[in-house]
């Protein structure tokens, strides 16, 4: 949507990122094997991760 900002309180949104997070590592751990799709999300999620913009 334009023009659309999120009202989410930042406190609410990081319970849900945490949440979110929660679910991919239980996931992860259950895998047995991951797809070539998925090696590049996750790939690019660490990328992101470890960017200076993110640290503090």
Do not use: C, F, I
Request: no cysteine.
């Amino acid at each position: 949507m334009a023009g659309y900002q999120s009202m989410m309180p930042n406190h609410e949104g990081e319970q849900h990122l945490l949440a979110a997070a929660h679910h991919v590592v239980k996931a992860l751990r259950a895998a047995k094997n991951l797809s070539d799709d998925m090696r590049k999300v996750l790939g690019d999620l660490d990328g992101t991760l470890v960017q200076d913009d993110w640290k503090h």
